[in-house]
């Protein structure tokens, strides 16, 4: 098989446990993002791949070839397993030219490579800066000079870690672009690690979340977010409204409906996720399919593109608040009153 | 940050599978060998021995005390306004002959103590030539006539040993200067502050850990000096170690006074790093600007040459002049004949143990970052502690413990072999060297060891996933990052080797002099001008490596580069 | 330079270190002497030279100061020292203390060595003496002012005394002697006199105290009897200068006599070279060397009868005092004590 695959890995520093069964594979021109927030193992685990740490537990297999096996010691060092991996702060050396970066993992030997790389850099709009030493460049730049030296040896596994974390908004959303599309044109197999769903919906085509060392789902970026395998996944991509409940004939009644809860025992607590943008504001109370649910408006903001509302509807044990984000201006004012319902495909139920 | 990071591996990676780790008891056995003698000196402090303290604390300790802590307070200031002054004015201003003061600053480096404080007794006392110029000019007659301030005392001692000693504390408040970003001083001018509240405010605390080493470095000289505080009959703990020692025949109550100083000078230590402990001195920004040299009106330029001056010609030219016309006076100087000789063995010791002070500077270092032991910076640290005790006294450490290691290699060939082979290291130049490296391990390791945190694990991952091995990581990637600063240390060692004495003198071999061992045997009968030619090739051998260090520093700023922004 | 040739040339450097230390420790064959010298080694070439032309037996030295003793003792039976030459008793006496010494018993030596100048066991011989003698300004002093150390502390020498560190060994020595002669109060009373007429606080060597003379600090300073003719026969005519604004008075004529101190040296008990070691101990003793020590270092040879140099001849002979030097050197540690009681170098 082409492309890579990390099997059964366990890893600890010390008595704290890191990679708690760690199992994944990414084909040959496949982007694959490992999502989680900081600290749940990600970048331990493209170190294990890079063999820059030692496996404690499990194999790592490049092109159908065992790289790393802990139960038999064997480890091929990061030099010799045509891995390219790129760091969070880009590690640029910085007594070497830009030019001398990006040549650093090139044998000495080809006059072509040195071509290769001058119209890479031009490529990237790096050709003016080749002599220029790394802490002169903005970061972006430096980005771009980290990505070049990476790919410049042509590995078949490429790991980024975090490669956008360090550049600003704006900038963010273009070397995104530029960096897909030198990486799908490498035909390397891709693992790129983030903390930022948006990214990974971006970038990946298949993403991998990770949590607390192991990892809970792996999908499309439509199946993560439209098929979210638990709480921890649907909260990654913002904020859910939390409506707590009990499973009576296979689904659980809340102030604002009744969700389906198939495959939950029958009395057992649950949780309704409904994310921000799944509850939706009916304009004039026109329904369709679910009867809506009145709410009292209790505070609008304009964020931009979207408006936040906070609303309040009455329940039995009192108010429950509930949060929604309405595209647009905010269509009402305080102390108004609104029809909401629910988009079924944002909402979902899980055992509390 | 990840856990990952927080446990970085260097080469080879770290992990909770326990494995053998070489460089790990590589540098606990080179810690353990180098702080031998230091711990043959708290042997000897434990040993039983006659009562001193009663009759020390009843009579001179008091005044050892006080005078020691004003000794080393008075050249603590001195260097530091030297040292922090100049390396600020040269790093920030622009005015005449700023280039040539950059490395001239360092050159009083290359000036032994005790051949300075001969040289200024010379000068100005009675009979030199300033006050004859005076008596001359106002038409005094005697001593009577007038006030002058008396060069052998306190505050002469102070003088000359600020003025040999400020360089470190230059070259070190430099380098920082020269590392700091603009961006955190434009901050600073953003805020409000003028640009002498910003040094006081910004520059000057973000250089502070620096500027502690280098004044450290200057308190742990001052503290072992003996010929400046003998010569000018200042009493300090170290005069008291040495006559407690000579005079009341107790060595062991040497060793006990020296251990007190060792005890004092690390909880000075321990308190500026408890005094700091909450604060981060990492640079926030990764991008740096270049320092936008501030041009200075005529007056102030003025003001600035003559403060970069001032050190300078008392320090160096002054002392190197007087050498020059002392030297010329007398060639031919008793025990000379050799001088070609003496130069050379000076030399060869001075580079060999400079190697091999970066050499194994370099390897506790990586030890330091690749192991997991908590223990090791601390024994580290304990064996380098040695630049604090007066040279003989940790000459008759390193006697003591290479002559215990030489008798049990003598007792064992001859049980087992039936043949002795005597005395193999005691007594030979691997004495001296193994001396030299006890000395100065401070001075090695305390450089590289800053230096080596500039090279990030992520580094390390970087090369070596770009399909370097660990051994051209290392050469292309870590020796070319280090080059300043195993420089700096290997200077650094040098000079002080070539000045070294009590050391050199105690633990050579048979016949062998240094240019250090011939100035002082001169000096030593009271003949100061013959003794000029030795002190003068050791100033001579010392400023070629003082220029070269101060180059160094220059490139070592981020950005000066070939295509870097020059200021 | 490149860093890795630099490393690599360190390492070839180390390896040839440890060579040349395995060759400079077989280097010990026969036909030698070692010594180890707290005296400068210019300062005894010639003896040792002219010792090697007439023996053949060639002379190693090292020079040092502070710690040969604790040397000597850390090396043991193994230490390749055969003699330890000093310039001071009190030297001399540590090394019996600490019993790293061995008795020569040599006719030559005792012959040559009146009995005050050796170790009554033959642990040790002296070999030159010189006087603590005091420097007196030609104009400011009157003959009948100053014609004893006693005289130092008396109230008409008030702000007129110089001295060097009480510490230093040959004040230590003198006031030793004095412990030996008048008992410990007498002796502080005397050092708490001479520091009450202290010109200025006790600093720099013998020399400069002539120095300060010259420059009115101060009418009288004690010093060293070679040291006057070390100043006399300097090539810096300064020196000269500084030589003839003083006269030398030896103290005590009429009673005990003056304080005198030896250079010395004493067999190391362990020694290798025994047989030459003695050779050159006895040569040391001879007209020869003795001729040598008087007109290269200005000393007092021991053995009686050698000429001395023409200046020494010229101050006339003096009185020494005679107790025994041994008995002098216990007061040491006790001396140095009472100098801080005293605080004379405050």
Redesign the interface.
């Known amino acids: 098989m082409s492309g890579f695959g990390m099997e059964g890995i366990v890893h600890a520093f010390g008595s704290q446990p890191v990679i708690a069964g760690a199992s994944l594979d990414v084909a040959e021109g496949e982007l694959v993002c490992l999502l989680g927030p900081s600290g749940c193992g990600k970048t331990t685990l493209l170190r294990l791949a890079a063999g820059l740490e030692r496996l404690q537990r499990g194999r790592v297999v490049i092109d159908g070839k065992v790289v790393a096996n802990a139960a038999d010691g064997r480890h091929v060092p990061p030099e010799r397993r045509r891995v390219g991996l790129m760091f969070q702060d880009y590690a640029l050396f910085p007594h070497l030219t830009l030019a001398e970066n990006i040549r650093f993992g090139l044998g000495r030997n080809s006059a072509a490579s040195a071509f290769r790389v001058e119209e890479a850099m031009a490529r990237v709009g790096l050709a003016p800066y080749a002599q220029a030493y790394p802490h002169t460049l903005s970061g972006g730049q430096q980005q771009r000079a980290a990505l070049l030296r990476v790919m410049a040896p042509g590995p078949r596994v490429l790991l980024l870690d975090e490669p956008f974390s360090d550049l600003d908004v704006n900038r963010r959303v273009q070397v995104r672009e530029s960096t897909l599309d030198l990486l799908k044109e490498s035909g390397a197999a891709t693992l790129m690690v983030t903390h930022d769903p948006e990214e990974a919906m971006f970038m990946a085509d298949r993403i991998l979340v990770m949590n607390a060392g192991s990892i809970v789902q792996s999908g499309t970026p439509f199946d993560i977010y439209f098929h979210p395998a638990d709480a921890f996944v649907a909260e990654l991509f913002g904020p859910v409204n939390r409506l707590p409940g009990v499973v009576r004939d296979r689904a659980v009644e809340t102030p604002i409906g009744r969700f389906e809860a198939p495959g939950i025992a029958e009395g057992s607590p649950v949780d309704v996720l409904i994310r921000v943008e799944g509850l939706v504001v009916m304009a004039n109370g026109a329904a369709d399919g679910s009867p809506p649910v009145a709410a009292r408006v209790v505070s609008s903001r304009l964020l931009g593109r979207s408006s936040h509302l906070g609303l309040r509807v009455p329940a039995d044990g009192g108010d429950i608040a509930l949060q929604c984000r309405v595209p647009g201006i905010p269509p009402l004012g305080p102390d108004e009153t609104v029809q909401i319902k629910v988009d079924r495909a944002q909402a979902f139920v899980f055992p509390a | 940050m990840e856990l990952a990071r927080t446990n970085p591996g260097v080469i080879s990676g770290k992990s909770a599978v326990p494995r053998v780790d070489g460089w790990t008891a590589g540098a606990f056995l080179i810690a353990g060998l180098i702080a031998m003698p230091i711990l043959a000196i708290i042997a000897l402090a434990l040993a039983p021995s006659d009562d001193i303290w009663h009759h020390l604390a009843s009579t001179v300790l008091p005044h050892y005390l006080t005078t020691t802590a004003a000794l080393a307070a008075g050249v603590g200031l001195g260097t530091l306004i030297i040292g922090v002054g100049t390396a600020w004015l040269v790093t920030m201003f622009r005015f005449p002959l700023r280039g040539v003061f950059e490395w001239a600053l360092l050159l009083p480096l290359a000036v032994p103590s005790y051949v300075i404080a001969y040289v200024y007794t010379d000068i100005l006392e009675y009979a030199g030539p300033l006050q004859v110029a005076l008596r001359d000019f106002f038409g005094w007659t005697s001593r009577r006539d007038y006030w002058f301030p008396e060069i052998r005392s306190l505050g002469g001692a102070i003088a000359m040993m600020t003025l040999v000693l400020y360089p470190y504390v230059y070259l070190l408040a430099r380098a920082a200067f020269l590392e700091q970003s603009v961006c955190v001083l434009e901050v600073s001018r953003t805020l409000g502050k003028g640009p002498w509240r910003s040094f006081a405010q910004v520059a000057l605390p973000l250089a502070r850990p620096a500027i502690v080493i280098g004044l450290t470095l200057v308190v742990m000289e001052t503290l072992n000096d003996f010929g400046t505080v003998d010569f000018f009959a200042v009493a300090t703990l170290t005069t008291g170690i040495y006559d407690v020692w000579l005079n009341m025949n107790s060595a062991a109550g040497a060793a006990q006074l020296a251990v007190l100083t060792l005890v004092i000078v690390a909880l000075l230590i321990a308190a500026e790093r408890w005094a700091r402990r909450k604060q981060r001195f990492h640079h926030t920004t990764p991008r740096y600007r270049a320092l936008a040299i501030t041009p200075l009106s005529p007056g102030r330029a003025a003001l600035a040459l003559l403060a970069c001056l001032t050190p300078v010609a008392l320090g160096f030219l002054i002392p190197a002049a007087q050498l020059v016309g002392f030297a010329l006076d007398h060639r031919p100087a008793p025990g000379t004949g050799r001088f070609l000789d003496l130069a050379a063995n000076s030399l060869l010791l001075a580079s060999i143990t400079a190697g091999l002070a970066v050499v194994i500077g370099l390897f506790l270092a990586y030890g330091v970052r690749v192991s997991r032991s908590h223990w090791l910076p601390a024994a580290i640290r304990f064996a380098s502690i040695g630049y604090a005790i007066p040279g003989a006294v940790l000459a008759v450490g390193v006697v003591v413990s290479l002559a215990a290691w030489d008798n049990a290699v003598d007792a064992v060939a001859r049980a087992s072999f039936g043949f002795s082979p005597g005395l193999l290291l005691s007594g030979t130049v691997f004495a001296m060297v193994f001396g030299y490296l006890v000395r100065f391990m401070a001075l090695s390791f305390g450089a590289i060891e800053a230096s080596l945190g500039k090279v990030t694990p992520s580094m390390d991952g970087a090369a070596r996933t770009l399909g370097h091995s660990p051994l051209s990581v290392l050469r292309r990637i870590h020796l070319p990052l280090l080059k300043g600063s195993l420089l700096t240390a290997a200077i650094l060692v040098f000079v002080d080797c070539m000045k070294e004495l009590p050391l050199t003198l105690l633990l050579r071999p048979f016949n062998f002099e240094t240019l250090a061992t011939n100035v002082h045997q001169l000096a030593s009968a009271e003949l100061l001008e013959q003794s000029a030619p030795g002190a003068l090739a050791i100033v001579a051998a010392g400023i070629l490596p003082v220029i070269a260090l101060s180059r160094t520093i220059r490139r070592s700023r981020p950005g000066q580069g070939p295509l870097g922004n020059r200021p | 330079m490149t ?2 040739k ?2 690599r ?3 070839i ?2 390896s040839a ?2 060579g ?3 060759f ?2 077989q280097a ?1 064959a026969a036909g030698e002497v ?1 010594l180890y010298s707290f005296r ?4 005894i ?1 010639p003896m040792l030279k002219e010792f090697t032309r007439q023996s053949g037996i060639a002379v ?9 003793l ?2 000597i003792k ?3 039976p ?3 020292a055969d003699i330890v030459l000093t310039v001071d008793i ?1 030297r001399l006496h ?1 090394l019996v ?1 600490a019993e790293i010494l061995q008795p020569v018993k040599s006719p030559v030596l005792e012959a040559n060595i009146p009995a005050q100048y050796r170790h009554p066991d033959g642990l040790w011989f002296g070999l030159t003496s010189r006087a603590r003698i005091v420097f007196a300004s030609k104009d400011r002093v009157r003959a009948d002012e100053i014609r004893s150390y006693e005289d130092l502390a008396a109230p008409h020498m008030k702000g007129r005394v110089c001295s ?2 009480g ?1 230093q ?1 040959y004040n ?1 020595s003198l006031l030793a002697s004095i412990v030996a002669h008048k008992g410990e109060q007498a002796a502080r009373e005397w050092l708490a006199g001479v520091k009450a007429n202290l010109a ?9 105290q002539a ?2 003379i ?4 101060c009418d009288v300073a004690l010093a060293n009897t070679y ?1 006057m003719g ?1 100043m006399l026969s ?3 005519p ?1 020196q000269k200068d ?1 030589a003839q604004a003083v006269r030398i008075i030896f103290p005590n004529q009429d009673e005990r006599g003056t304080h005198v101190n030896l250079s010395g040296a004493a067999l190391v008990r362990g020694a290798k070279n025994r047989d030459n070691a003695i050779k050159l101990i006895e040569f040391l003793s001879e007209d020869v060397a003795q001729k040598l020590y008087a007109e290269t270092n200005v000393e007092y040879p021991v053995k009686a009868g050698v000429a001395l140099h023409p200046l020494v001849e010229s101050w006339g002979p003096f009185k020494a005092d005679a107790i025994e030097l041994a008995q002098v050197a216990k007061f ?2 006790l ?3 009472l100098v ?2 005293v ?1 004379f ?2």
Do not use: C
């Open positions: 860093l890795h630099s490393l040339t360190a390492g450097l180390v270190v440890i040349a230390a395995a400079a420790s010990m070692n400068q080694p210019f300062l070439e190693n030295v090292v020079y040092a100061e502070n710690g040969v604790e040397r850390a090396e043991g193994n230490s390749p009190g540590d203390e060097r560190s510490k060994d230590i200025q606080k006790p600093q720099g060597n013998d020399r400069s120095k300060a010259m420059e009115g600090v040291y070390q300097d090539k810096n300064e500084w040491r540690p001396a140095a004590r801080d009681q605080g170098d405050l």
